[in-house]
């Protein structure tokens, strides 16, 4: 017995439902980007106050040791990027920006001071999403684009290191590259599509999560922790794997 077509008038709402909420996902990231750009001076200043940089200037002791360090390992699904050859690195982070694209794409810059392990003072990852076709409530993520990370002769190893890790590691994230349609076998797809998956699910996180509340995941330093926000993570090894294989 043939299923039947589904009522006209129930094809109707389902159709309707989606462009409302494909509109509202638009103006939710529409407000985030007016927000963002309106706070930006803010943002600015709470960087330097808490990390002790201004520009390529050290003007103070930093109040908050490792501010940007601890905020990624103190929010839920970051903290999994963050393994313990990136620790050293990472505490040379003094600020995170977000530059906004068209439509839902855009970039974090990620700022460090002078530091022993690499030469970049910038580290831009941009994420990009399909534009074709209907607008949905979740746009699908297209490419990703990874800056090179410049690493000094003295930790080569190093850079070996984060390359063997792979998707579990800050700067393999940060210097990965990737767009749908680049594989050459079907393996070679569903091992990139899992990680562009993953990129664009950790870019979300630290635009929407570890950007605008580092203070809060930083609480503990100024003794307004509250059930468990802010509390400093430990290291457990059942939660993030180091294994370097």
């Given at each position: 017995?043939a299923t039947?077509?589904?009522?006209?008038d129930l094809?109707?709402?389902?159709?309707?439902e989606?462009?409302?909420n494909a509109q509202?996902?638009h103006?939710?990231?529409?407000?985030?980007?007016?927000?963002?750009?309106h706070?930006?001076?803010?943002?600015?200043?709470?960087?330097?106050?808490?990390?002790?940089w201004?520009?390529?200037?050290?003007?103070h002791?930093?109040?908050?040791?490792d501010?940007?360090?601890t905020?990624l390992?103190?929010?839920?699904?970051?903290?999994?990027?963050?393994?313990?050859p990136d620790?050293?690195p990472?505490?040379?982070l003094?600020?995170i920006?977000?530059?906004?694209?068209?439509g839902?794409?855009?970039?974090?810059?990620?700022y460090?001071?002078?530091?022993?392990?690499?030469t970049?003072?910038v580290?831009?990852?941009?994420f990009?999403?399909d534009?074709t076709?209907e607008p949905?409530?979740?746009?699908?993520?297209?490419?990703?684009?990874?800056?090179?990370?410049?690493?000094?002769?003295?930790?080569?190893l190093?850079?070996?290191?984060?390359?063997?890790?792979?998707?579990k590691s800050?700067?393999?994230?940060?210097?990965?590259?990737?767009?749908?349609?680049d594989?050459?076998?079907?393996?070679?797809?569903?091992m990139e599509d899992?990680?562009?998956?993953?990129?664009f699910?950790m870019?979300e996180?630290?635009?929407?999560?570890?950007?605008?509340?580092?203070?809060?995941?930083?609480?503990?330093a100024?003794?307004?922790e509250e059930?468990?926000?802010g509390e400093?993570?430990?290291e457990?090894?059942?939660d993030?794997?180091?294994?370097?294989?």
């Open positions: 017995m039947p077509d589904p009522h006209p094809k109707a709402l389902y159709d309707k989606n462009e409302l509202w996902e103006d939710i990231h529409e407000a985030r980007k007016v927000h963002y750009e706070n930006k001076s803010f943002y600015q200043r709470r960087a330097e106050l808490a990390t002790g201004t520009g390529d200037t050290q003007t002791h930093p109040p908050i040791r501010f940007w360090l905020a390992r103190n929010e839920h699904e970051t903290r999994k990027l963050v393994t313990k620790l050293g990472l505490k040379s003094i600020d920006r977000v530059e906004w694209l068209e839902f794409d855009y970039v974090l810059a990620f460090f001071a002078p530091n022993e392990y690499f970049n003072r580290m831009r990852k941009e990009y999403y534009k076709g949905t409530p979740n746009p699908s993520p297209l490419e990703m684009r990874g800056d090179r990370i410049h690493w000094k002769k003295n930790h080569i190093q850079a070996e290191c984060h390359a063997r890790i792979g998707t800050f700067f393999a994230f940060v210097s990965r590259s990737l767009a749908y349609g594989a050459q076998t079907s393996e070679e797809e569903s899992a990680r562009i998956t993953e990129d699910e870019g996180s630290i635009r929407d999560s570890v950007q605008p509340y580092a203070m809060e995941l930083n609480s503990k100024f003794g307004l059930d468990g926000v400093e993570v430990e457990d090894d059942e993030i794997d180091y294994d370097m294989e």
